[in-house]
């Protein structure tokens, strides 16, 4: 059976216990927390109480993020990112999220790559010290710097980094970056959303586009489950929702329960 968690994103006007209560309702086996929201991280919670918090509840922190532009490195960036180490590691998180620069900047063939690879060899004896996994999210959008999972794969095989680093195969991203193989032995995490609208080109969708799966979706969420369970891959899978129209919800319970419906009985269909 799917894995459900949940990405605070999803529910971003919650506060940090109200989150947890969700996804313990949900059934969720972990949750995923933020430093990009308008709340502190689990709202000034000192991160071993939140840690424990979440633990007595029967889930796990997936990730806190997010480093971002990661691939940007400096001595400013590896002082960010121990920072959110510590922060992990003193809440019992299993891993940080690394998120690559997404300003049309540093994308040149052979830049990006050299970028890259000096990010993990910096990162890794800092993961390892705090024994964290660094989570790659690869971001599709034509912008990014690290837009594909082949190099980003190429990149953690190349600096020694298979296992301290591991992949989020997003749903979204994957389309926007025309689909492309599947790494399940490197994957950390899956994160879902799904695009209902059905006039936007897959160039114009952006995060706000990002809604809960149900059976309008564009991106083809249950295929791209369905395909990394056939490889083997049973890890877990968190809902990451960007859209207004999705954090203004009175009843995300309803709404998440009926997307979790939908998804296992969608992929029970295709198992079957």
């Not at 060899?121 to 082949?150: N, Q, T």
């Not at 680093?165 to 879902?192: E, Q, R, S, Y």
């Not at 490889?231 to 990451?240: A, D, I, K, Q, R």
Request: include cysteine; aromatic fraction near 6%.
């Amino acid at each position: 059976m799917t894995a459900f968690a949940l990405n605070h994103m999803t529910v971003a006007k919650l506060g940090y216990g109200a989150l947890l209560n969700l996804a313990a309702r949900l059934g969720c086996v972990g949750v995923e927390v933020r430093n990009d929201l308008p709340q502190p991280l689990f709202d000034g919670m000192d991160p071993a109480a939140a840690g424990h918090l979440a633990r007595g509840k029967g889930l796990r922190l997936l990730a806190v993020a997010e480093v971002k532009r990661f691939n940007d490195w400096s001595d400013t960036k590896a002082t960010e990112a121990l920072d959110l180490m510590r922060i992990a590691k003193a809440a019992g998180a299993g891993a940080v999220s690394l998120i690559p620069r997404n300003d049309n900047l540093g994308t040149g063939n052979g830049e990006r790559q050299a970028a890259l690879r000096v990010a993990l060899k910096a990162l890794k004896p800092m993961l390892e010290d705090h024994g964290l996994v660094g989570m790659v999210e690869p971001l599709g959008f034509e912008i990014c710097a690290l837009r594909y999972k082949s190099e980003a794969v190429e990149a953690i095989e190349a600096t020694g980094g298979t296992g301290r680093f591991k992949l989020v195969h997003d749903t979204f991203h994957h389309t926007l970056a025309h689909g492309g193989p599947l790494f399940p032995d490197h994957t950390g995490i899956v994160h879902i959303s799904g695009v209902t609208d059905q006039f936007v080109t897959v160039g114009q969708m952006t995060d706000a586009h990002r809604v809960l799966v149900d059976r309008a979706d564009r991106l083809g969420n249950v295929d791209q489950l369905a395909a990394l369970a056939a490889l083997g891959w049973t890890g877990p899978v968190s809902f990451e929702a960007f859209s207004p129209l999705v954090h203004a919800s009175a009843d995300p319970e309803s709404d998440l329960s009926a997307s979790i419906a939908f998804i296992r009985e969608a992929l029970a269909r295709k198992a079957a």
